[in-house]
Structure formats: structure tokens, C-alpha cells
């Protein structure tokens, strides 16, 4: 901004890894806030520069035309690298064109979308796991997209799920999956009659060739019992590269042989997708969730529950923001489309006071034994020493169940779930330990927004640096006033980071380390406004306190 005269009139928003959230969630939130204010102007366009599929998703719940996704695309090295504009107005038009069903139920396009958007989620998401069968059939989005073609209403509406409608839709998704795995389970059997067994023998002879070869080991069968330790130096993949010597091979045939009398080797693919289509569904609680349905007639019923808060969820986190920091799914696995059957009113209720877990103490939650150096000193014993009251939450060795995969990466990891209020006490008796640089790097941190002096609102951004009574702070922030800054709305106050460079002051290229000698880029904190609900009021946005920046 201080070197390129194009970058003069940009405004830029800095949001680091102190500010808590997902980068494409906080872009569709600045997007969606922005559009909420009453002076927006609904034909601006948006370009989001990321290669993420996710962002996709999140485009289409914005419900607009203008906007366009700019990636790289695929290439190899020797061709010139290209990019790619993904037009939302054309893919909008492709699944209204693609889910519109006539005479079904009223139609509305843009509800439509939003049900396509859930039932990508159905189909996989990175926050609880997959149905069984949804995930492993092989088309399933065509699939899910078949049956909701079917269906006698809209499953959403604003973010909100309609369970009625998820019951009616989930009962025909199983009736549909068992015809599939009944038919499947034909040609299934006959092949495996048809099939030698897997030989140890076979794999020799194809290593004792020299050359790369596939070995498929099909999955292991379904038990907790034979999932792969973490400790193993190495699990029995689906590739083999050949050793170079001998005796490299003779190591590699006993490991093979030790691995493979440890997990069972069979060709039946799936096979915690098949329950459903063969009734085993007593078997996948027992073996699964270690839960006899003889005794817990009800269990399936609540992992159910627990899954359609995990949809509110989901849903609400994609279209309105994060609806709560402290709510996680409580299993390993997800039910079977049939338990939603016998569901009622399922309440849901999240706790939007709840707050982040500060830098630091995430990285206690998610870091495993062997990056303990990566924490403060005194708070690596918490996941080292044996004595830790969280101990538990750290495990040296711990099983991955393949459950129908072929890597142990796809596979489920079977790690206790870590219980943030113990974490938290567990902290009160080191949080004294930290440096000054350590509870700076602990503290959450906000927004920046940067501007040019060239630009029209630096004269009024400049004030908040004056020395004077109504000093502008987080508590008490300048309202940005859409008319000055180009349609732009937020709060924003003085940037008091130790490392901010006034106007005027020398500047070091923190990449080239050439100095600057007369900044002329000013920076101040920022903070989006606040929606409520559907954005019905932004007004409601706004506290009585709020000082507004004068446009004259």
C-alpha cells in the first residue's frame, strides 16, 4: 500500500489466526453483515480468492448473482499457471434448473438451494460423521438429490431444519438404501464364492518382483478390537513400494504377516454400511457405540437427537455465523438414517454466551504428546506428566477403526473427547507461569483495517488519534457511516498494538527488509456489526453508545 500506487484506494482488513474463526466463515460473515445494512447496495459485486470447495457452499447461502469464486486452476509444471472464475449466478441456475420438481410442493428456488446446501452436509462435513450408507455410496449426492426430488417439502427455511420434514425424508433415504445393499449384497456374494482368499504367498511373489506393485488389503472386518494401533511404526496401506534388497523384502514379508494376523483381511468393502441393508443393527451399537440394544431400546433414538442438534448446528454456523464455541458432537459415530424415525420435538438450545478457547489454550486442546514443546513451559506437564489431571486426554497409544476404509487417515480416530472445563481448571494452577510475551500471544486479538492517507475517510480515521477527552476505544468505537466509505459499515477505534507505525515514521519490508521512510498507511481496529436473528433490524446491531464518524 505504501509502494503501489494502485493499492491506494483499497481498503484492506487484516483478521489473523488471533481472531478466532474459520477465513472463509469470517469473509461470508463480513459479506452477509454488510448486506444486512439498509443502505447496501445489492449490486456490488464480491470476488473471494480461495480454492476451497467450502466456499462454494458458503457463496450460495449469501442468495445473490453477484458474486464470483477466482481460483488456480490444475496444472502441471509445464504449463503456464491459469486461473478460473466460478460464476454463482450460473450454478444457481443449474441447481434451480437441476431440483425443481412441478407440481410437488410451491416451489421456491432459493429454499431449494438452501436444501441442497444441507444435503451436502448430509453427505459429508468436517464436524460429525456421515450417515452410514450415505457416505459410502458411491454417488451420493445424486443419490440424496434423488429422494429429496421426491419429498413433500422443504427440509430448511432461514437456517433453521424442519424435522418433520428430515423424518419423512431419512425414512425414505433407508427404505431406499436397504434395496440398494439387498441388490448389491447379490452380486456381492456370488463374487466372493467366485474369490480365492487373501494370500500371504501372492503378496511375496509380487514384492519379489523389484517393482512398485497394489496389494489391495481389503478392510478390516468390524470390531473395535482389530483397529489399528497408532503406535505401529507402520499399518498394513493399500500401496506398497518394493524394498531395494533382500533383506529389506524378508523385513517387509514379516511385518506383512504380523499385520495381517492382527487385522482381518477380507474383500467385503463397507462393511459398517452394509448393517443397515443386512438388519445388523443391534450388531453396529454393540460393536460401535459398546451398547446392547436389549438394554438401551432408546440409545438409538438419542445418538439421533444428538445428530439433528449437530444439523442445527451446521446449519446455523454456514448461514448466520457460529451459533455456540462450546457444543461439539458427543460420539464417534452417527446413526442410522432409520433412528430419526421415532424422533418428537428435539430441543435445541446453544449457548451463545459461550466464548473461544484463547490461542494457548487451544493449542492445549488439539496438540498431541510429542508437540508439547510447542507450549509453554510450564504447561507442557500438563500433557506429559502422569500425574496431570487431564492426563487422559493424551494418550501414548490410541486405535484407529478403518470402518470400511482403506486408509487409516479416512479412518475413525478413537480419541477421548476433551472436556474444556476440566482443561480450564487444569490451567488455573500455571496461567501465573507466563512470560509477557506469552500472555500477549495468549490474548484474542481483533480486526485491522487499513487505509491510505490518499484515501477520502483518512481524515476522519486520523481523529481517533487525537489527544482529547472522548477518547475512542473498543468500549467506546467510532460507527463507520456507509455514505463515507464506500458502502462499508463497522465500528472501529484506535489501534494501540506496540507494533503500530504512525504516519510519517520509518517502516521496515518485513519480506525484502528495505525501509520505508515515511509511512503513509494508516491501520485501526476493527469490528464488523453484530447481526440478531435474520438481520430483520440492523439497528438492533447498535449500542445506545455508539459514536457515528461525521460525513461532512
Known sequence: MNTDPAWRSIKVILSNANVPGEGEHKIMDYIRQQRAEPDYDSTIYHVVYSADSDVILLALTIHTNYFRILRISPSNDTEPQRYEFINLAKLRTNLENDLKVPDIFQWNPERAIDDWIFLCFLAGNDFFPNLPLVEFYRKNMNFLRDIYKESSGYLTENGQLNINHLKKFLTRVAEKQVEIFEKEDQGHNQANNNQPAFSIDSVKDQLSRGNPTTIYLGPPRMNPQRAVPISKKEAVKPSSTVPKNSRQRDQRYGEIEQESSEISINN?????????????????????????????????????????????????????????????????????????????????????????????????????????????KQWQK????????????????????????????????????????????????????????????????????????????????????????????????LLISTKLIEGMTGKIWVDNDDTFVRIDAPIEDPITKKKIKNNQVLSVNYRNLQFHGDFNDIKDCLNEGDQAINTN
Open 268 to 376: 467385503d468393502s463397507n462393511d459398517s454400511a452394509r448393517l443397515e441393508g443386512r438388519s445388523w443393527h443391534k450388531k453396529y451399537y454393540r460393536e460401535k457405540f459398546n451398547i446392547d440394544l436389549s438394554v438401551s431400546k432408546e440409545f438409538p433414538t438419542e445418538v439421533a437427537q444428538d445428530y439433528v442438534r449437530g444439523l442445527h448446528w451446521i446449519l446455523q454456523y454456514y448461514f448466520k455465523g457460529v451459533p455456540s464455541w462450546d457444543w461439539y458432537y458427543p460420539h464417534h459415530y452417527a446413526p442410522f438414517a432409520c433412528d430419526f424415525s421415532n424422533l418428537k420435538d428435539v430441543s435445541v438450545v446453544f449457548n451463545k454466551t459461550s466464548k473461544p478457547l484463547k490461542p494457548l489454550e487451544q493449542l492445549l486442546a488439539i496438540f498431541p504428546p510429542q508437540y508439547a514443546n510447542y507450549l509453554p
Open 382 to 477: 500438563l500433557i506429559l506428566d502422569k500425574e496431570s489431571p487431564i492426563i487422559d486426554f493424551y494418550p501414548p497409544d490410541f486405535k484407529i477403526d478403518l470402518n470400511g476404509k482403506r486408509e487409516e487417515s479416512q479412518g475413525v480416530t478413537l480419541l477421548p473427547f476433551v472436556d474444556k472445563e476440566g482443561l480450564l481448571r487444569a490451567l488455573e494452577s500455571v496461567y501465573s507461569t507466563l512470560t509477557p510475551e506469552e500472555e500477549k500471544r495468549n490474548r484474542h486479538g481483533y480486526d485491522r483495517l487499513f487505509i491510505h492517507t490518499k484515501n477520502p475517510c483518512y481524515k476522519q480515521f486520523s481523529t481517533l488519534y487525537d489527544n482529547n477527552e472522548n477518547q475512542i476505544t473498543e468500549t467506546n468505537p
